[in-house]
């Protein structure tokens, strides 16, 4: 029995290559979104942030330091800290997206920004705004590895024929660029204009407030 089953698999390979290697690609990927379910890539950046502030943390407390390295390592420590609080890595985006957050009475999560953060920018005045430019690379990014990622999906298909455990590899890495060129993705339009919007309101207040005759 176990003789014929295997004679079986075998001539099913053998007829349908491109279909197994799909099904056991598609298996794969979907054992280990299970297996990883509750880790995503923001979990992970945090514990590595978390970890980077523990270490600064105790180089500042445990380790005999000149004033000039202890007030680096203070000014590293801070900005780890608001990028772990609202998701901003470049510090001086963090000042402004901190002022606008403490100043608005509409937002409510810390993180409010962080999804914007790889389209923000400061001008001259040293005000931050939603980048056009920005927006518009990382779109052609997101479409680049998109393409990619079918094109690899689509060879993968065709060395199945030929070569499954091959095949099967450039499926799974095609499923990977396929998912990060999801997540490379800017908010749309709606999201950014709202952004903006709430960013433009912020500005106005304080150049009014700063332009009221004082008493």
Known sequence: MIVALVNNLDKIEQHFPIAIG??????????FKWLLRGITAEHLFQNTLNNRLKSL???????PLDAAHQA????DYATLFNQKTYGIKNPAIQREVI?????????????HFAAHQHTLSLDAQGKVFINSHKVTERILEAWALLAAGLAMLGI??????ANLPLGIAIIALGLLLYFMSLTHFPMNKRMRKRAQAEIDHYYRENASMN???SC
Not at 22 to 31: E, H, N, P, S, Y
Not at 57 to 63: F, G, I, P, Q
Not at 156 to 161: E, F
Request: charged share 30%.
């Open 99 to 111: 002022k606008i957050i403490e100043h608005s009475s509409e937002i409510t999560r810390q993180k």
């Open 156 to 161: 993968g298909v065709l060395m199945g024929a």
């Open 211 to 213: 332009n009221s005759p």
């Open 72 to 75: 680096r390592l203070k000014r």
């Open 22 to 31: 799909i099904a056991v690609a598609l298996g794969i990927m979907g054992f």
């Open 57 to 63: 943390k105790n180089e500042l407390k445990d380790t």
